[in-house]
Structures are given as structure tokens and as C-alpha cells.
């Protein structure tokens, strides 16, 4: 199928090559031409695993970017719209849909031919059969389900592995405003035939989006919870408390005389607090949309609250050992939101640097691949450290914020280096916390 996809970011880029991986004719669209060339250049602008390898495969073959929306919508069959939906303080802000679904409709008023748009962005339930479906009509003078489809597919790739995720999907939503949409749906989602498919209207399909990523954020925050009444109790270490949870039946399997957990209890660890592009932003356009229609979300609210005490609470482990942060050194080991992404969006390493930095600590960061992207986020006198040995050789305590492989060998490298009294508060509970002489960690 031709297929265009407008906005060329984590998850048009990687749905778009993708799709042409599984033999579809792609074309993603941006606004951003630096990223356009970039992309035709088969270079990849983003950190992802396998993405650079399948650019390479595909670009200039049934793969481009173009910054020319009109021609791909008029060149295409079916156009998904993959731009951000962020968080604009009160509501879910839809510019940059409403924008693609205005020139999406300007391009379809010159089209003779039967065209499907497609959702692909989070958005908030009724915003697929209510603001773009208005914008297309008004922008294309045509009728949605006579002259053209109208669809939902929501994403649920995970950064840092989004390709595998893509390609090995868990299930596969299409909402359809009518049976020729599905028919296009189904056509696209062809070369996927072991993945359980569900039909269902756009506003179903844009609310098992959001129900999604709000049971993962309220997962972590209840574990963030018990968290803090353990700290407070004493002598519980809270990722113990988890473990045993985890190997109830409900949360595990017996596979092969094993008991293998569900990959769900991943979300039940306590830690420095979610980040990234969609669980804070998800979570918080769903809290709003609920207050605004009259069905306040107190539950999903004290999600983001205890959320948001998170990244403070490194900061009071931190001064069981360093009492006044004052002229001190503190190292930030990872700043990503998380491991296998240089995302930085919504990242609690930004609110923690913030925090040492008011203190009067000097700050030295390292993550392997996200410094680039944290330069703009931090504060100016920021030390960009150029390897892990040179942040344990000179701060006075550590703080680990990214689960990086890396830092596993963390011990060893504090004892060849001399360093082993070096504190670390270990904001991901990743390090063995007998292998460190003074640890400490969200939980314990
Ligand atoms: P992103 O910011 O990485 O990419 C969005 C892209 O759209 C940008 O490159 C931007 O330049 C481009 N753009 C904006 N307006 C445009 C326009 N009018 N025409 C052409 N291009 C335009 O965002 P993302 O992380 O890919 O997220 C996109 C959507 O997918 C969001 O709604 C997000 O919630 C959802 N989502 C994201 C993930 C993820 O892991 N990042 C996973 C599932 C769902
Ligand atoms: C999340 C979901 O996992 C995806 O299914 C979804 O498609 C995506 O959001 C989306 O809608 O964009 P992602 O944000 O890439 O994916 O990353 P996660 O692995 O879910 O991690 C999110 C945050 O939660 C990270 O900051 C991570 O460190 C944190 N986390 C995770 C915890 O704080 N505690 C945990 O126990 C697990």
C-alpha cells in the first residue's frame, strides 16, 4: 500500500520504516527539513536500536521523508498522523493535529480518489470523530465515510526498543469510522497475522491508548508509595516487599518448572519517579479531560502528585550522607528518561541536577548516549564528565537516575579506582546493594 505518514518522530519514523520493512510503499512528512534530509540521508535522528540499519535498507527505495505534505497526501492511499499531543499545563494541546488535519483536508479537496487518515497520535477519547473529522470536512469540503476514511491506531512501542516493538506488536487497535476504513486498517496491518487484532470505534481505540499507559503510571506511583511508608517504618527494604508480590499468581507463571513473573511487574519497582514523552503527559490530559467532562480522576491525580515527590526524595537520601550539599561534588549517573533512549523529555534527571545545583553542589553528569540532548535542559554550570571512571574519581557522592548496563559494573570500578566509600543513592534500585559499602536507594 502507499502509505504517508505526517511527523517524522519516534513514532512516525519508526512506524514508517517499519511499514516499508514489511513491503509498503512509505513517505513520513515533517515540518522539520533538517530532519527530512538528515533521514534521506539515511542517517537516523533519533537513538533507537536497528533503526539506522533498516534506513539503510530502505531509503530511496520504498522509503523517503519529504517536507511536502500536499504531494504525499496526493501520492498515497492513506495518510496516518503521527505528531506530538503534548501537555499545555491544563488540557491536551491538538495544534500541531489540528494543523496536519488542516492540510491533510486542503490536500484531499484536490483529490478525486476514496482516501483514509488515520490517527496514530495519543489523543484524548472523542477527539478523531470530533476535532479532526470537523477539520478535515471544513478544510477538504467532503464528507468523512462518503468521500473519505477515518481512522484510529493507537502506538504502543516502547522507546529504546521501538522497533522490535513495532515489528513483534502485543496487539494491534483499529478504530474505524465504517467497514472501508477497517478494510484499508487491515490492509496496512497485513504482515501481522500472529498479533491479536481489535475493531472498535476511534473514541474506544483513543481510550485503551490512555488506560494503557495510566495503569503502567499507576502501577509506579502505588510502588512509590509503599515506598515511603517503608522508609518511614524502617528496616524494610521495599524491593524485597516487591519481590514477593511479584511471585504471587496473579503476577506470575510457572513455565517449565520456573516461576517466570509477567512483564507488568516491571512497573511495580519503586524509584525516582516516570518520565518520558507520554506517561507524565498522558496521564495528565486524561486527569483533565475527566475534570472538564465532570468525572474528576482523583486516583490518576494523586498518580502525578506522588509523581512529582519523587526526584526530591534522592535528594533526602542523598543528605544521609552529605548533611549540606554546599561546595560538594555529586555525580548524576544517567540523564535519559530511561536506558536506550537519548529522550530527555520529562526526564526526573532534570529536576534532580536542578535541585543539587540550588543546593550549592556542583553537578557532574554522565548518561552514554543522552548528554547532547540534556545540554539545553541543565543548568549552565553543569560538568559533562567524559566516562564513569571520571565521575566516580571525583564526586563525593553518587546518584544513579538511568538503568544504563553500564553502570552494572559500577562496584568493580569503585574498587579498582579506590573509591569504594564513594555514597551511591541508587535511584533505580539497579545495583546490588550489598556490592556498594555506603548505599542507599528509593525504598530502603
Ligand atoms: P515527536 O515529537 O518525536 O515527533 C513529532 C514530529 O511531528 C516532529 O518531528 C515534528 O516536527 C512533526 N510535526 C509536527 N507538526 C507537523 C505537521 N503539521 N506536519 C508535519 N510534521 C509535523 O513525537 P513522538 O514521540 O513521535 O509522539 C507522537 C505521538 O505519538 C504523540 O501523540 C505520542 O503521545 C504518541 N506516542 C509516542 C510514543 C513514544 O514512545 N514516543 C509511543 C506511543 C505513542
Ligand atoms: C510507555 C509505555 O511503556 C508504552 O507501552 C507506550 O506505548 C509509551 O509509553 C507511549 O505511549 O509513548 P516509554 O515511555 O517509552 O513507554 O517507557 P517505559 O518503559 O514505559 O518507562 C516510562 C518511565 O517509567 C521511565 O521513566 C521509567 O524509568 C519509569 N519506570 C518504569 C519507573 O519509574 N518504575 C518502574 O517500575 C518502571
Known amino acids: ?208 491508548k490512555y488506560t494503557s499507559n495510566a495503569l503502567l503510571a499507576t502501577m509506579i506511583s502505588f510502588s512509590n508509595e509503599i515506598a515511603g511508608l517503608a522508609a518511614k517504618v524502617g528496616g524494610i527494604d521495599t524491593s524485597e516487599v516487591m519481590h514477593a508480590v511479584h511471585l504471587s499468581e496473579y503476577l506470575s507463571l510457572d513455565v517449565d518448572g520456573h516461576r517466570k513473573k509477567a512483564k507488568i511487574t516491571s512497573f511495580l519497582n519503586p524509584g525516582c519517579g516516570f518520565g518520558g514523552s507520554c506517561l507524565p503527559k498522558d496521564t495528565k490530559a486524561l486527569a483533565a479531560q475527566g475534570e472538564s467532562l465532570g468525572a474528576p480522576m482523583r486516583l490518576l491525580e494523586q498518580v502525578i502528585e506522588v509523581n512529582l515527590g519523587q526526584p526530591q526524595k534522592m535528594l533526602e537520601l542523598l543528605r544521609q550522607f552529605l548533611p549540606d550539599l554546599e561546595g560538594k561534588t555529586v555525580g548524576v549517573l544517567g540523564l535519559a528518561f530511561k536506558e536506550g533512549t537519548d529522550d530527555m523529555r520529562e526526564s526526573p534527571a532534570v529536576p534532580i541536577v536542578e535541585a543539587l545545583a540550588s543546593c550549592g553542589a556542583r553537578v557532574v553528569v554522565f548518561d552514554p548516549v543522552a548528554m547532547p540532548a540534556a545540554q539545553p535542559l541543565l543548568p549552565d554550570d553543569t560538568t559533562y564528565a567524559e566516562d564513569l571512571a571520571s565521575v566516580i574519581g571525583t564526586a563525593d557522592a553518587l546518584l544513579l537516575v538511568t538503568r544504563w548496563d553500564e553502570f552494572l559494573e559500577l562496584p568493580s570500578l569503585m574498587r579498582e579506582l579506590g573509591r569504594e566509600d564513594v555514597p551511591l543513592v541508587d535511584g533505580r534500585r539497579f545495583i546490588d546493594k550489598h556490592a556498594i559499602r555506603n548505599y542507599s536507594g528509593i525504598g530502603l
Do not use: W
Open 1 to 208: 500500500m502507499k502509505i504517508s505518514i505526517i511527523g517524522a518522530g519516534y513514532v512516525g519514523l519508526v512506524s514508517g520504516i517499519c511499514l516499508a520493512d514489511k513491503g509498503n510503499q512509505v513517505v513520513c512528512v515533517d515540518v522539520d527539513r533538517g530532519k527530512v534530509d538528515k533521514i534521506n540521508k539515511g542517517e537516523a535522528p533519533i537513538h533507537e536500536d536497528g533503526l539506522g540499519a533498516l534506513l539503510t535498507k530502505h531509503v530511496g527505495k520504498n522509503f523517503r521523508a519529504s517536507a511536502d505534505l500536499h504531494e504525499a497526501v496526493l501520492q498515497t492511499e492513506l495518510t496516518m498522523i503521527a505528531v506530538g499531543t503534548p501537555f499545555d499545563g491544563r488540557d491536551i494541546d491538538l495544534g500541531y493535529i489540528r494543523q496536519a488535519s488542516q492540510d491533510i483536508g486542503e490536500a484531499l479537496a484536490e483529490k478525486p480518489d476514496y482516501h483514509v487518515v488515520v490517527v496514530k497520535s495519543t489523543v484524548v477519547p472523542g477527539t478523531t470523530e470530533g476535532v479532526v473529522r470537523e477539520t478535515l470536512e471544513r478544510a477538504s469540503g467532503k464528507s468523512a465515510g462518503d468521500d473519505f476514511g477515518l481512522g484510529m491506531n493507537p502506538e504502543f512501542l516502547t522507546e529504546g526498543v521501538a522497533i522490535r516493538d513495532f515489528m513483534n506488536p502485543d496487539r494491534i487497535v483499529l478504530g474505524g469510522i465504517d467497514e472501508r476504513t477497517l478494510d484499508a486498517l487491515r490492509a496496512v496491518y497485513a504482515g501481522f497475522e500472529s498479533t491479536p487484532i481489535l475493531e472498535t470505534n476511534p473514541s474506544t481505540a483513543e481510550l485503551i
